[in-house]
Nanobody, 115 residues
């Protein structure tokens, strides 16, 4: 059974940085497209970044140049490095793993950007 567990969220000041982690079990992060969504209060879930098995990455326009998705195959973990945080980045961040018949999701980690 695939399980994804996010960590690394927290409260940070504008301009700060965070690294979110998504530890996978029951699957290999190198074999599937991995990604991060976020959902702010009262808003729809938004795709933030994806990482394909062959290494291609994609980012939503608002985070390009600030967010970096990567994976550590040895630790079976995907990371999201977030720099130059803005108040509008405040959201619950969810990791997902894309399988042929379904996607798997973690429980989310809260990122709050506030002075």
């Amino acid at each position: 059974q695939v399980q994804l567990v996010e960590s690394g969220g927290g409260l940070v000041q504008p301009g700060g940085s965070l690294t979110l982690s998504c530890a996978a079990s029951g699957s290999s992060v190198s074999a599937y497209t991995m990604g991060w969504y976020r959902q702010a209060p009262g808003q729809q879930r938004e795709l933030v970044a994806t990482l394909a098995p062959h290494g291609d990455t994609n980012y939503t326009h608002s985070v390009k140049g600030r967010f970096t998705i990567s994976r550590d195959n040895a630790k079976n973990t995907v990371h999201l490095q977030i720099n130059s945080l803005k108040v509008e980045d405040t959201a619950v961040y969810y990791c997902y793993e894309e399988h042929l018949l379904r996607d798997y999701w973690g429980q989310g980690t809260q990122v709050t950007v506030s002075s």
